[in-house]
């Protein structure tokens, strides 16, 4: 029996990758069922761990979904090793100590294996362990930008922008942020999005300064400042991974956005990581626009499915699929997210 696929209403013969893809994903449910019961059985879940999932699986962010996977286990790994908070805590522990702390376990995890690899490879995971340990010493000082820098950074461009998502300042937020004598207060949006709620709090869009390196993460030096608005700052924080923010798409009584009705919301970190990461509109015909040049915005790919990493997309205004729909009256918004 011929194997076919559905296309914009057409029928024919399906690549051999795509039945491979879609036969694989069809196994991996049959075999691993995702109910609540089964992510309680050991058994279920080690059946899960050695499935290879099919690339559909992570639509257009395979790259994002495996490279934050990959950092967190690293991340567990490394500190799993060695906590680099207990290193912190005692003064008199330097590099030398971290070493000894490091060798000693991957001793107990390679004993078989030669001296010289074992030393090695201890004397790598040092170097970033007791990186740690220093950004956790110093992590009480903050660089602060000096008024020239202020002045540098928000001159740098006729038209200031958050450079994360583009968005574009208020001649007040300006002011404000030069500290300009007698200038007007900043305004709160009439209209705020819908899945993005920035402008219900007077943070949320104004200028400040953010650490492109997060200060807990050793991020320090002026080189190290960009401007953002409140929003972008307050929930990029210090997070460096997908995986440090909630699982699921935050869940809410029925919205629509136009014609299409949601019950959930994305994690606002994830908007924001999106946005930083990709800097540029997904249009799937191509667009040059960039948080450079233009404000991006998150929405789905699939309107049927979750506001989760898989199914969000970035655009710039002119490709954005509901910038009709998208700002709602700010109260509306609010109710909306809890605030």
Same mark, same amino acid.
Request: aromatic share 8%; with cysteine.
């Given at each position: 029996?011929?194997?076919?696929?559905?296309?914009?209403?057409? @029928?024919?013969?399906?690549?051999?990758?795509?039945?491979?893809?879609?036969?694989?994903?069809?196994?991996?449910?049959?075999?691993?069922?995702?109910?609540?019961?089964?992510?309680?059985?050991?058994?279920? /879940?080690?059946?899960?761990?050695?499935?290879?999932?099919?690339?559909?699986?992570?639509?257009?962010?395979?790259?994002?979904?495996?490279?934050?996977?990959?950092?967190?286990?690293?991340?567990?790994?490394?500190?799993?090793?060695?906590?680099?908070?207990?290193?912190?805590?005692?003064?008199?522990?330097?590099?030398?100590?971290?070493?000894?702390?490091?060798?000693?376990?991957?001793?107990?995890?390679?004993?078989? @294996?030669?001296?010289?690899?074992?030393?090695?490879?201890?004397?790598?995971?040092?170097?970033?362990?007791?990186?740690?340990?220093?950004? @956790?010493?110093?992590?009480?000082?903050?660089?602060?930008?000096?008024?020239?820098?202020?002045?540098?950074?928000?001159?740098?461009?006729?038209?200031?922008?958050?450079?994360?998502?583009?968005?574009?300042?208020?001649?007040?937020?300006?002011?404000?942020?030069?500290?300009?004598?007698?200038?007007?207060?900043?305004?709160?949006?009439?209209?705020?999005?819908?899945?993005?709620?920035?402008?219900?709090?007077?943070?949320?869009?104004?200028?400040?300064?953010?650490?492109? /390196?997060?200060?807990?993460?050793?991020?320090?030096?002026?080189?190290?400042?960009?401007?953002?608005?409140?929003?972008?700052?307050?929930?990029?924080?210090?997070?460096?991974?997908?995986?440090?923010?909630?699982?699921?798409?935050?869940?809410?009584?029925?919205?629509?956005?136009?014609?299409?009705?949601?019950?959930?919301?994305?994690?606002?970190?994830?908007?924001?990581?999106?946005?930083?990461?990709?800097?540029?509109?997904?249009?799937?015909?191509?667009?040059?626009?960039?948080?450079?040049?233009?404000?991006?915005?998150?929405?789905?790919?699939?309107?049927?499915?979750?506001?989760?990493?898989?199914?969000?997309?970035?655009?710039?205004?002119?490709?954005?699929?509901?910038?009709?729909?998208?700002?709602?009256?700010?109260?509306? /918004?609010?109710?909306?997210?809890?605030?």
């Amino acid at each position: 029996m011929a194997v076919t696929c559905h296309r914009r209403m057409s @029928i024919r013969s399906c690549p051999k990758g795509e039945v491979v893809s879609i036969d694989k994903l069809a196994h991996i449910f049959d075999t691993a069922p995702q109910t609540p019961e089964a992510a309680w059985n050991y058994g279920e /879940v080690t059946k899960l761990a050695s499935l290879q999932l099919p690339d559909t699986v992570f639509g257009d962010d395979e790259s994002l979904l495996k490279g934050d996977q990959h950092r967190l286990w690293l991340r567990w790994f490394l500190e799993g090793l060695a906590s680099p908070h207990i290193l912190a805590g005692d003064p008199n522990n330097g590099r030398l100590e971290v070493f000894n702390v490091v060798f000693r376990r991957i001793t107990q995890l390679y004993s078989t @294996i030669d001296h010289f690899r074992r030393y090695s490879l201890a004397n790598k995971l040092t170097d970033l362990l007791f990186a740690d340990v220093q950004r @956790i010493r110093r992590s009480t000082h903050r660089d602060y930008a000096s008024k020239a820098t202020r002045t540098a950074l928000i001159s740098a461009s006729p038209a200031p922008r958050c450079y994360l998502c583009g968005y574009v300042f208020s001649q007040e937020a300006c002011d404000a942020f030069r500290q300009v004598k007698g200038s007007n207060p900043v305004r709160l949006p009439a209209l705020v999005d819908i899945l993005r709620p920035r402008g219900l709090k007077d943070r949320e869009i104004k200028i400040e300064i953010e650490h492109i /390196v997060p200060v807990a993460s050793g991020g320090s030096g002026q080189t190290n400042l960009r401007l953002a608005c409140g929003w972008c700052n307050i929930y990029k924080s210090s997070k460096v991974s997908l995986y440090e923010a909630a699982f699921m798409p935050a869940r809410t009584s029925a919205f629509f956005v136009g014609t299409h009705r949601l019950h959930e919301l994305p994690q606002r970190f994830w908007t924001v990581r999106l946005l930083a990461l990709k800097g540029k509109c997904q249009h799937q015909a191509g667009c040059s626009a960039t948080a450079a040049d233009a404000e991006l915005f998150i929405a789905l790919r699939d309107w049927s499915g979750s506001p989760n990493p898989t199914n969000l997309a970035v655009y710039c205004e002119r490709h954005d699929p509901v910038a009709a729909d998208r700002m709602l009256p700010a109260a509306t /918004v609010d109710a909306l997210w809890g605030h």
